[in-house]
């Protein structure tokens, strides 16, 4: 009995819900970039927004004909907020807001069959956090509709949006070292590697050497991998912290054994490798690792790593995909654009 009266409670709210439709459009929405993010398994498209820009636009409401909405009245809600998986068995998530600003759009009323349009202005609100969505923790920000009905049940729609947050300047001289690094087994292997800075902007290319100084292994594959690594926080002592490490690029140095003394050097492009910024929130740290691994002809691994940050500079959207015809294009277009710029500028 209970499931059959589930089941029609359903039944009643999916024709309740399919007699309106909401939506909410931002400021300048058509001119803004967008970002494809994956909350709760499901591919959202946000519009981007600065770090202190106006919070505006209009709150769409259309209610289909032969019907009408009885309201007692009608909120928007800006949130921002850390959403954190507490315990990934139970997918548990701790919610902690760090912004939340409610404006009333409409009183108590009627809304009748046709279109229904409610402007807001939040103002330039302060958003203190890039907005991220990773495995075990997300940064959100989002536009709530809250329609109020009291024993019949508010009715609410959420729309996500992105936040980037730019840095007024990358570090320079020594608050910018090279990263060096050795990778070596005594009396076999010594391997120098060097990237120029420690900090980039998400749209620069890594330039680096590596020196082969004591080479008596037979080295079959050597590469650079790019790690991405979320750390989140635990809510209390008794809790664990989270960590969830990927690799987000890698690029192939050289395949075969080098000769001793050899140097090569790097060039890595970072546009439309799916970076963001380094990350630092109470909550959830998001970090890069640069490694360099070597594999020799019996299969064994010998790798070392350090931290790279990295910075955004300017608001973007998605770029097209590294591996689609038109990603190839825009990406290596880009790439040579830029080596072209160095070379005039005498950059190596």
């Known amino acids: 009995?209970?499931?059959?009266?589930?089941?029609?409670?359903?039944?009643?709210?999916?024709?309740?819900?399919?007699?309106?439709?909401?939506?909410?459009?931002?400021?300048?929405?058509?001119?803004?970039?967008?970002v494809n993010v994956n909350?709760?398994?499901?591919?959202?498209?946000?519009?981007?927004?600065?770090?202190?820009?106006?919070?505006?636009?209009?709150?769409?409401?259309?209610?289909?004909?032969?019907?009408?909405?009885?309201?007692?009245?009608?909120?928007?809600?800006?949130?921002?907020?850390?959403?954190?998986i507490e315990n990934p068995e139970f997918d548990y998530i701790e919610k902690d807001q760090f912004l939340f600003l409610s404006r009333d759009v409409a009183p108590l009323g009627r809304l009748e069959p046709g279109e229904h349009k409610f402007d807001f202005n939040f103002g330039a609100v302060q958003k203190p956090y890039d907005s991220y969505y990773g495995h075990f923790g997300y940064i959100r920000y989002f536009l709530r509709i809250v329609i109020r009905r009291g024993f019949r049940g508010d009715i609410m729609h959420e729309q996500d949006f992105a936040v980037q947050l730019l840095s007024d300047k990358i570090p320079t001289d020594d608050n910018n070292p090279p990263i060096k690094m050795d990778v070596g087994v005594q009396d076999c292997i010594h391997i120098s590697f060097m990237y120029a800075h420690s900090h980039y902007a998400l749209d620069s290319i890594l330039t680096g050497c590596i020196q082969f100084q004591i080479v008596r292994l037979n080295i079959i594959a050597m590469e650079t991998i790019l790690i991405k690594v979320e750390t989140v926080e635990p809510r209390d002592r008794y809790s664990p912290r989270l960590v969830f490490s990927e690799p987000v690029s890698k690029m192939e140095i050289m395949d075969g054994t080098p000769g001793r003394g050899e140097s090569v050097p790097v060039r890595w492009p970072l546009a439309g490798v799916g970076i963001g910024p380094t990350l630092k929130h109470p909550k959830v740290n998001v970090k890069y690792q640069i490694r360099l691994s070597l594999i020799d002809e019996r299969g064994r691994q010998?790798?070392?790593?350090?931290?790279?940050?990295?910075?955004?500079?300017?608001?973007?959207?998605?770029?097209?995909?590294?591996?689609?015809?038109?990603?190839?294009?825009?990406?290596?277009?880009?790439?040579?654009?830029r080596q072209d710029k160095n070379a005039k500028s005498g950059i190596w």
């Not at 015809?325 to 290596?332: L, S, Y």
């Open 302 to 337: 010998f790798f070392k790593q350090c931290e790279i940050v990295f910075h955004r500079k300017k608001i973007t959207g998605d770029n097209p995909p590294w591996n689609t015809e038109e990603g190839v294009e825009k990406n290596w277009a880009d790439f040579n654009a």
């Open 1 to 34: 009995m209970l499931a059959f009266a589930n089941q029609v409670s359903s039944f009643v709210q999916g024709v309740l819900e399919s007699s309106w439709t909401l939506d909410i459009k931002l400021k300048d929405q058509e001119q803004r970039e967008f």
């Open 39 to 84: 909350y709760e398994n499901n591919e959202l498209t946000c519009p981007v927004m600065g770090e202190s820009e106006e919070v505006a636009g209009n709150l769409l409401i259309s209610v289909k004909e032969g019907r009408y909405l009885d309201h007692e009245g009608i909120s928007l809600e800006l949130i921002g907020r850390s959403e954190i």
